[in-house]
Every structure is written in structure tokens, then in C-alpha cells.
């Protein structure tokens, strides 16, 4: 669960869509994985600080963490994760 690219031929690992890759490197900053009542949510590590039982996926220089509990249900991190108000934060 330590990718950030899409592998075929492995079973539970995560991958970053290359839409969230983009979103991640143009914002320069870590991301985090999160429960939300609608489903996982992508938040900058500022508004959701990681948890040290997160998972951890590298975007370049950047860091994409995933809560324990989110983890167990996602096969990608995509844009549909990515909060409308956070677009062009």
C-alpha cells in the first residue's frame, strides 16, 4: 500500500489518480485521507494533521496520508475526494 502509481497484478494496493498527483505537487504540501459523514475526504495536513497510524503514499516531495479506517475500503485516492471548496485552495 505504498504506491503512488497504479500496478496491475498486486492485490490492496492504493494508487493516486494522476488528477490528485497534479492537485498535491501544484499545492506543495501533504495531504490526508479522512473520514467525512460523506465518505473519505482529501485534506491538507493543516486542516487534518496525520495520525501516526496512517498510511503513507509518497507524491513526489509530498506525502498522501490515509486514515487506518479509510484505508480498508479505497483502492485510489481520486478527485471525487477532493472537497469543491479546496479547489482552488
Known amino acids: 500500500m505504498q504506491s503512488d502509481v497504479e500496478e496491475s497484478g498486486q492485490s490492496r494496493s492504493i494508487y493516486v489518480t494522476e ?9 506543495k504540501r501533504d495531504f490526508r485521507v479522512s473520514t467525512s459523514c460523506s465518505g473519505p475526504i482529501l485534506l491538507p495536513t493543516s486542516v487534518k494533521p496525520p495520525k501516526i497510524t496512517d498510511l503513507q503514499i509518497p507524491v513526489g516531495d509530498y506525502t498522501v496520508y490515509i486514515s487506518k479506517y479509510q484505508a480498508r475500503y479505497i483502492e485510489s485516492i481520486h478527485r471525487g475526494m ?8
Open 19 to 27: 488528477d490528485v498527483r497534479s492537485y498535491v505537487l501544484q499545492r
Open 82 to 89: 477532493i472537497p469543491i471548496f479546496y479547489e482552488d485552495f
